[in-house]
């Protein structure tokens, strides 16, 4: 769970900023086209082993980011402890990948291409 | 009993099987509750365990997931989320160890939990029943009183976010048997019941509901008028039209014509910047936590109070069961500010002692709940900034439908040293939670963790309490014991709660003779039996005879969470 998202923002910004596309080093990416948010979603549904998978409010058209709703809850969980799971979306040696807060790979995304972090900061 | 708790609209919900299958029955009371009968934990006697059958020894506890999903009957296919089911062929006795052995690896109060023999238990519902603590809080209440199951086809079903149909409008039923009296409690905006027709919105707050399409909702007797009195006030699909007579307070009657719709209930239903002399005051009536979208709406409210530069703020919880503790953190950060919460702890949940710095339900390390000052990725993007009104204090008001979320919203700032108004009735006294788990097609709820705030206090299960309030439990903070006030629209001066919040805003003290309405609403003296909108796929509440068990079952369950 990723419970420090304001700096996890900042570090990703931080790492679109210094990006230089050298091969084999990580570059913060998003997804190439709306049409990616198809396969995407099939990756998280096989990722997590649900079949209903919904994304937070990131998008990640617009920022490296891939945040995870957690299952909606039912009507009785007045204390719920739910977080949303944020990824970093990261370019490796070609492949379109998802990070976790420390910046280890979680997964790689088959079928998803990914393009470049272009950072406002960059 | 405690003064003024009051159930809320979970409750009809969760019990209405029940209760139209048990109209006019007695007895009952039960702290365990479910949407179906609840069976009889009728012993039987200790058969010899067959060689599959797992084998009970006093004290032993096998590994709960050595008999997760072995199930009598198996499920096949895939469940209403499409999700395959992973059922294999076990027995009864799997199902039972595995509730005993889940029980006390998760169990709050496990070291309280008596060791029964499954075998003595025909099924695991009866089972589940005992597994639990007969210990009472300090007022004589059941310590635990959130100790129920339900079918996991009704659980899916009902937490789904999808908008389900109705008019915008919740509803109090201060009597459910002739003569009957359904009140409006609130609508939402922009929906059927608040949208103009011929200049007045067909629902209004404490509005009398008198007929439903020709039937009297008063004295209607027959089941066949009770039929028709929840389908109209319950329309099953978006598009329906119905037709009320309803007496709105201190008016004549009027007749309206409603259509239902798909709706969502709004987490704010709304903001106002009341003047107060020189100092603007807040007030937001905040009606849920749980659905995402109430991280960014909550933070719009406060955005629009620090616009406005208010000097106090009014939460409005009375009718908010809680949900995302992370949402109630974002909130508390945003009343308090970053000089009191930075580097605090909102929430620690606490579980059992067998547990240790563990989550004995997802086996995270068990990190407290800090004071979150960014949006999280629910409706906000992650590390959004959130505003602040950096306020040293902070008035609630609350009914006994105040429940979770919203109380750990009241101890999280004790926690750090904002002073807590409370004004209204006594909270629900929930600082317990869990995680619903599904075994072989029930869901069971038992309660794993207490919440506690950054002073390590969490002791709050008989309520918080209005200072003046003649109960002598609970745990007592400034304020002023006031009864919900149906005769105003919420978030007008004239509102008998909001009212006395602004007088003590402006005295720090009661007001020497309560407020009292202008208008009389008929409604007789106490708390409504029910207050609800709908849960989808539930039976409804109008009834043909008087529901001594519901009033039981619902005075004995406490878990009074918001219906979205």
Redesign the interface.
């Known amino acids: 769970?990723?419970?420090t998202?304001?700096?996890?923002?900042?570090a990703l910004a931080s790492l679109a900023a210094c990006a230089h596309p050298v091969s084999g080093a990580p570059v913060p990416a998003i997804l190439a086209s709306e049409a990616e948010l198809t396969p995407l979603m099939a990756e998280l549904r096989e990722m997590t082993?649900?079949?209903?998978v919904e994304l937070?409010?990131?998008?990640p058209l617009a920022?490296p980011?891939v945040?995870i709703?957690p299952?909606?809850?039912?009507?009785?969980?007045?204390?719920?402890?739910?977080?949303?799971t944020?990824y970093g979306l990261e370019l490796r040696d070609g492949a379109c990948v998802l990070v976790d807060q420390d910046g280890t790979m979680v997964r790689t995304l088959q079928g998803v291409t990914c393009a470049p972090y272009a950072s406002k900061a960059g | 009993m405690r003064p003024g708790l009051k159930p809320s609209l979970?409750t009809i919900?969760?019990f209405a099987g029940l209760l139209t299958a048990c109209s006019g029955g007695g007895g009952g009371g039960g702290t365990t509750v479910a949407p179906v009968p609840v069976p009889t934990p009728t012993p039987t006697p200790t058969p010899t365990p067959t060689q599959s059958q797992p084998t009970y020894t006093r004290g032993v506890f096998p590994a709960a997931s050595s008999f997760k999903d072995q199930c009598e009957v198996p499920r096949v296919g895939?469940d209403i989320?499409?999700?395959p089911y992973t059922d294999v062929q076990g027995t009864l006795g799997d199902e039972l160890f595995w509730l005993r052995s889940w029980t006390e690896e998760t169990y709050l109060w496990n070291d309280e939990v008596t060791d029964q023999n499954p075998y003595n238990f025909s099924n695991p519902e009866a089972y589940f029943d005992v597994l639990r603590t007969t210990e009472t809080t300090p007022s004589g209440e059941d310590k635990d009183d959130f100790h129920?199951y339900q079918s996991t086809e009704d659980?899916l079903a009902?937490?789904?976010?999808a908008p389900t149909s109705g008019y915008g409008a919740r509803f109090a039923i201060y009597a459910s048997a002739p003569p009957r009296d359904v009140r409006v409690v609130f609508t939402e905006p922009n929906s059927p019941a608040s949208t103009p027709v011929s200049g007045e919105a067909p629902f209004q707050r404490g509005a009398q509901i008198l007929q439903i399409d020709g039937v009297d909702v008063v004295n209607g007797g027959s089941q066949a008028d009770v039929d028709v009195l929840n389908a109209g006030l319950f329309p099953a699909t978006a598009g329906e039209s119905h037709t009320f007579v309803v007496r709105d307070v201190g008016e004549t009657a009027r007749t309206v014509t409603v259509t239902s719709a798909n709706i969502a209930p709004s987490p704010v239903n709304r903001t106002e910047i009341i003047d107060q002399g020189a100092n603007k005051v807040g007030y937001i009536l905040f009606n849920t936590?749980?659905?995402?979208t109430s991280?960014?709406a909550i933070r719009d409210a406060i955005q629009t109070m620090a616009d406005g530069n208010v000097t106090d703020l009014v939460l409005d919880l009375r009718y908010n069961?809680?949900?995302?503790?992370?949402v109630a953190s974002q909130l508390s950060y945003m009343v308090a500010g970053p000089t009191p919460t930075t580097g605090q702890t909102f929430e620690l949940?606490q579980f059992n002692d067998d547990a240790g710095n563990r989550n004995p339900v997802t086996g995270?390390v068990n990190?407290p709940?800090?004071f979150?000052?960014?949006?999280?990725?629910?409706?906000?993007?992650?590390?959004?900034?959130l505003p602040s009104l950096d306020l040293p204090r902070v008035f609630i008001l609350s009914t006994g439908g105040t429940?979770?979320?919203s109380e750990?919203v009241i101890n999280g700032l004790r926690g750090v040293g904002i002073d807590v108004v409370l004004i209204g009735d006594i909270t629900c006294g929930?600082?317990?939670?869990?995680y619903?788990t599904d075994n072989c097609g029930t869901t069971f709820?038992t309660i794993q963790?207490q919440?506690v705030n950054n002073v390590g206090f969490g002791d709050y299960a008989d309520g918080f309490v209005p200072q003046d309030n003649s109960f002598a439990f609970g745990e007592r903070l400034p304020g002023c014991t006031v009864s919900d006030d149906l005769s105003n629209p919420l978030g007008t001066a004239g509102e008998n709660l909001l009212e006395t919040a602004l007088y003590y805003a402006e005295n720090n003290a009661c007001p020497p003779v309560p407020f009292s309405s202008s208008a009389s609403t008929g409604v007789a003296p106490g708390s409504p039996e029910t207050v609800f909108d709908r849960?989808p796929g539930q039976q409804l509440a109008i009834r043909t005879s008087p529901f001594t068990e519901a009033r039981d079952i619902l005075e004995n369950s406490r878990?009074?969470?918001?219906?979205?």
């Open positions: 769970m990723l419970k998202g304001f700096a996890f923002m900042t082993g649900r079949a209903n937070g409010a990131d998008d920022t980011v945040t709703l299952p909606p809850a039912g009507p009785f969980e007045g204390n719920n402890p739910a977080l949303p944020s | 979970l919900a969760l895939v989320e499409g999700n129920f659980y009902q937490r789904t976010a936590f749980s659905p995402t991280e960014e069961g809680g949900g995302l503790l992370a949940l995270q990190s709940i800090p979150y000052a960014t949006g999280l990725g629910f409706s906000l993007p992650n590390g959004t900034p429940c979770s979320a750990a929930k600082p317990y939670g869990f619903p709820y963790f919440g849960i878990d009074l969470t918001g219906v979205n």
